[in-house]
């Protein structure tokens, strides 16, 4: 059972019905403002259809703004949880929380920061920036990091690459209890990111994709964006156009959520000065298209970018030698260590250029961040040296992947704490990085400012329910500047 894609009076609920028939039966559903289900306000019939493996969308309407409901389905007697569910706030809103996660690689740790957001009463929704699923194997190729082994192993032992494969790897995902329980909590919004598809994933290929090995790589993609709309609460921007996730979410006069897809349309990463050709795309022309004009439109105070790779400048020639090994673990550089990561929007610089000028005639823009497995909080000047930012950017570390002190195979917070300091030190618009912990962001959102705050559990190899706050930063409405949030 999940939720999301939430609107003003409407958002999907989702569950699987799971038989040992041949045909998947009907089932009820129910929205109630209670946690009984007495008061009910919608409720309606359903049937898996069997080519859908047997997953249920219901796209509930006439509901109301800022309003907490409840929610449960029932098939052949049987009933199910009750979860919880929220509409997102009234036009007129004058704060917004919201929790924001990505890259949950299973193998690597517990979802405990998934257990300590469903413990949460005071979301507004989850952001999800990608990396929901990691279609590796359990004996993945050299160029991907094993860490210990904590007996958390995939459901297929094999890397995804039919449709069978991914979706069983969504319904191993969904069989844990902390995953379980922040979909039973929240709605959800997502977005993509490689490990949904392939390792670097780019619009014709990966990194790790072989078609003599894995077969067609449009067959690959076709079956793991099926995989995603059956699995997962979501509904499709354009329902004509199964491969498109990138769209708008309004959020009334107080923000304008823009999600963006910078993985299955962009050129091939690339290695060199080839990076700054202007016709090198992260986005492609259609979506590029898009963003530019609702960026150009969007009359709400904040501009909130749901980005699943780092929009900020990485690579800088005033990068401390102490920091490089560790960005380098986080492939973060390029393999050498002497120039950008071609995977980032360092690999991308043209293009970026033209949305971070953008960002500056739109003005009051955070970009909300993933992929790179560690906290950081940066100004985003337009060029490197420039003395004064367009926008800033709030990027989460992992919910478990593994990150710094994982990689080098030190105790956290010891080798990694040099390379922060030095980092932040040396390079101006750096205002905060944490190379180890684990958890999630809290984007709080109000008309006179934005502020993000780096929870951190305590642990990922085995559950636990501790957490503490690791960092909190803000931007003032006008200033395009990141503060020390107290």
Request: negative net charge; charged residues 25%.
């Amino acid at each position: 059972m999940a939720s999301g894609d939430p609107t003003l009076d409407r958002l999907v609920i989702w569950t699987r019905v799971t038989t040992t028939g041949a045909e998947p039966p009907p089932l009820s559903w129910t929205v109630a403002t209670d946690p009984d289900l007495s008061d009910v306000v919608a409720s309606g019939r359903a049937t898996p259809e069997p080519d859908a493996d047997g997953t249920v969308h219901a796209d509930v309407d006439g509901l109301r703004p800022g309003t907490t409901y409840h929610y449960g389905f029932e098939a052949l007697g049987e009933r199910s949880p009750v979860a919880r569910t929220r509409t997102l706030p009234p036009p007129d809103a004058d704060h917004l929380r919201i929790a924001m996660v990505s890259c949950a690689k299973y193998a690597a740790g517990f979802f405990n920061a998934y257990g300590r957001i469903a413990e949460r009463d005071d979301l507004d929704f989850v952001l999800h920036l990608g990396d929901y699923i990691y279609e590796v194997s359990n004996d993945p190729p050299a160029t991907q990091t094993v860490g210990p082994d904590i007996g958390r192993p995939y459901v297929p032992a094999n890397e995804c690459v039919s449709l069978q494969d991914y979706r069983a790897r969504y319904g191993h995902y969904h069989q844990d209890p902390d995953l379980m329980s922040m979909h039973h909590a929240h709605p959800v919004i997502g977005i993509v990111d490689d490990h949904e598809f392939a390792d670097n994933v780019w619009r014709e290929g990966s990194l790790e994709h072989r078609d003599e090995r894995d077969g067609p790589w449009a067959d690959r993609r076709a079956a793991a964006f099926r995989a995603r709309w059956e699995w997962l609460p979501a509904r499709r921007p354009d329902p004509a156009d199964p491969e498109r996730v990138w769209r708008s979410v309004a959020l009334g006069d107080l923000a304008h959520l823009l999600l963006i897809d910078t993985r299955t349309r962009r050129d091939e990463p690339i290695d060199g000065p080839e990076q700054a050709d202007p016709s090198r795309s992260q986005l492609g022309p259609d979506q590029r298209a898009w963003f530019l004009e609702q960026l150009a439109a969007s009359t709400s105070a904040w501009r909130l970018i749901g980005n699943s790779s780092v929009m900020g400048h990485i690579w800088d020639e005033r990068l401390p030698a102490e920091t490089i090994p560790g960005l380098m673990k986080l492939e973060m550089t390029n393999e050498s260590g002497t120039g950008p990561d071609p995977d980032q929007w360092d690999g991308y610089p043209a293009e970026r250029d033209a949305i971070l000028k953008a960002f500056g005639e739109a003005g009051d823009v955070v970009v909300l961040s993933g992929d790179v497995h560690i906290g950081l909080a940066m100004d985003l000047p337009r060029h490197r040296h420039d003395d004064r930012a367009v926008a800033v950017e709030f990027v989460t570390t992992s919910l478990t992947s593994q990150n710094v002190d994982d990689k080098m195979g030190w105790e956290p917070r010891t080798g990694s704490v040099p390379m922060e300091r030095a980092w932040v030190d040396a390079v101006p618009y750096v205002k905060f990085a944490d190379f180890d912990d684990h958890g999630y962001v809290i984007v709080d959102v109000t008309p006179e400012r934005v502020r993000g705050e780096w929870w951190f559990v305590d642990a990922v190899r085995e559950p636990t329910t501790g957490q503490h706050l690791g960092a909190a930063w803000e931007v003032r409405r006008g200033e395009s500047r990141l503060v020390p949030g107290g």
